[in-house]
């Protein structure tokens, strides 16, 4: 405590000094959180995703929709078919045309592998562009 003996001088000066303690322990603080979250913002998986410029390609005017249902069993458009017919109902609904797109949709319930074992199917008859069909804006669960 100080203690001015001067009677003519009634104003403490002005204190040119700034206290830098506490802006540096501040950004310690924020540099200690961004140091923990940031490798919990990044994802663990290693994936290498490739970038696609394509444009979204019209819908055909009949397409040929390939259905798995919840029974595990096929559909080529509204016809039920048995596996082993897949290739003749396939090359019937599309007049033998092995390079047009099928539009593969599944029940929700079905497995990984049993839609590969369809996708797989698909490939011994000939028909490799295949396209999964979701419906828009759905949550994934």
Known sequence: MALSLDPGEEEFGEAHEINVTPF????LVLLVIFMVAAPLATVDVPVDLPTSTA??????DK??????????????GDR??????LGAALD????????????LRADRGIEYGELMDVM???RGAGY????LVALEGGNLK
Do not use: C, H, T, Y
Not at 63 to 76: G, H, N
Not at 128 to 131: E, G, Y
């Open 24 to 27: 540096i322990d501040v950004v």
């Open 55 to 60: 444009a979204p390609q019209p819908r055909p």
């Open 63 to 76: 397409p040929l929709f390939l259905s798995v249902r919840a029974d595990r069993s096929l559909a080529v």
């Open 80 to 85: 039920v078919v048995a596996r082993d017919e």
């Open 92 to 103: 019937q609904a599309s007049g033998g045309d092995k390079e047009n797109r099928v539009f």
């Open 120 to 122: 797989n199917a698909l």
């Open 128 to 131: 490799l562009k295949v396209a």
